[in-house]
DNA sequence: AGAGCTTGAGTTACCGATAACACAAAATTA
DNA sequence: TAATTTTGTGTTATCGGTAACTCAAGCTCT
């Protein structure tokens, strides 16, 4: 491997010297920059930045960490700030902790050893708290993504769930819907416990009595529990409508409707938070709260940079976005 | 921050016999290791790996580079890829290129500067020769994805373009179309010039004339250029059925015809390589040729960790996975 | 012309960890 | 019991950079 000190024998400089070139800093005549440089190319340096790193205490690194790399929401997100993070000239690291509590511990754990100068953080739930205590305590800034964390005073960016559960409910509402299902995802995570609030609040405004049999608590990475819909759906009187509060969820229920022979929106209309990557604008069917995700990610990134820039001690900010409802064809009146 | 000497100090021993508790390495009793293990907790100590990296040079860290983090086909290798880095006790940075060829030089510095194990690439055309001989002259192994680059030796994973872009083509032939058009990516991409082949060997055997004006060369990542859709509409006689060479271009296309009032696929049929995510479960419609990107993703993984433990000189690999058929509702007859 | 300032370098120490070597004390062997 | 081996631990040098200090040579100024 190249180092500053092969540049400096060839360049008969002194290692420090390079040192310098490389950074612009102090003082070097023309020439011997020139000289320098032109090392540099032929012998193809690359700082190592490992080296830089350890002296410096920083690195231009920083990381974002996703609950789902599938999920076309948390890699819109990515874009956002990835242009972002580019812009201010920090390179990005991404992880995904495949909301799991495990693999998002490792994925801190790594965070750390790297000495990344900040982190965008998507928790799992609220016991992520663990890991931003975590990373409170080696001193490394970061910012919130999409969910709230109980006991962490950092910036946040949230979307508005409980206005988007309420606009969604409402909609099923105004189609003559009466049993109206909520397959939420766990209580553990601020989102669904919010999503199950604009939901309450819904019925409640549109005069419809709460039925707690008609709500499921689930994982929001995947549908793998048919069972649960199976309850919904043998219940004396089954829903005509289910809210899903993600988008992951109301693919696999719609799957699993289809399985029992039942057909969206004819039999059950569907809907859900955040919508699809391209290929919904291609062929539209879901009605959803669509939320910002390009936004999240840049906002996120832009809070975290100036976090970091500024120094600790800046008061926390909380910015929440708004959600867009999109009425496309999994929902249709209900008369019977 | 926390280091192994205030371990030691706090703990009576010297760093290097901290150093070996956490490496498990060395002869140590069991009394101090205690004692050590104790410190470590207490203090909360995780080991800088800068500082180890610079000294092992190694960092059990892998790159995987994709070309679009918003497309679900690579989305999904990344979810092979770490599934298997992981097993072997790697851990992976992510990185996107957004196809772009300057990103990626950008990507593959940050790659050489933090002297990450290998690199898992998946380059963004030919051009990217310039950065696999720069890995290549810095002595670290990679492994190819989804597209060859001529001029590299070394393992690649592809899928078998031009065998899909043949059941795509040999698709829309047996539906009646006559004027298929080709809307394909870079010829700078080996995918690109192998679905093009592809596709004239299906009209050979189909006994249809190759036209070129029927073919229009594009960026995979995204269809801006809705004049290049004009040239083909405006043709003497137009195509009823277009190939797009991937799911992102199939999706820009089909707005576009939308656009001009044309409906899919009773006025044109559309069919491309890739499948989407979760979306297209839900409602199928786009026909496409499926890769196995899950498998793209675990088997580069798998070789690229096999030529990182045995060391240089192994032989170059090449696998070629099958696509598949699937045929919705994008495509209908045609008999006019 | 001598004092003081600029300029363009070089020296040394250190960041946090580990490899290689060294060595006293305890255990084993002859 | 003396010689040898094993065990447990410490010392020193090093990885590739950079900060802080040093210093000779050339300039400027009175």
Redesign the pocket.
Known sequence: ????????EKA?????????V??N?????????KRVRKVMEELN?????????????KTKLLSLLITDITNPFYTTIARGAEDTAKRSGYKLLFGNSDEDYGKEKDYVEMIL?TRVDGVLFAPTGDASLEQLRQLQKHGIPFVILDREVPGIETDVVLGDSKEGARKLVEHLIGLGHRRIALVNGSPDVSTARLRYTGYREALLLGGLPLDESLVVSLNYRQFQDEASLQVLLALPSPPTAIFAANNLLAVGIIQALRQKGLSVPEDVSVVCFDDFGPAETVNPFLTVASQPAYQFGALGMQLLIERIENGPGSESRKIMLPSELLIRSSTRTWDR
Chains 1, 2 share one sequence.
């Open positions: 491997m190249i180092t500053i000190y092969d540049i400096a008969n400089v002194s290692a420090m010297t390079v040192s310098r490389i950074n800093s102090g003082r070097i005549s023309e020439a011997t920059r340096y690359i700082p190592n930045s490992m080296a830089r790193g350890l002296v410096l205490q050893s």
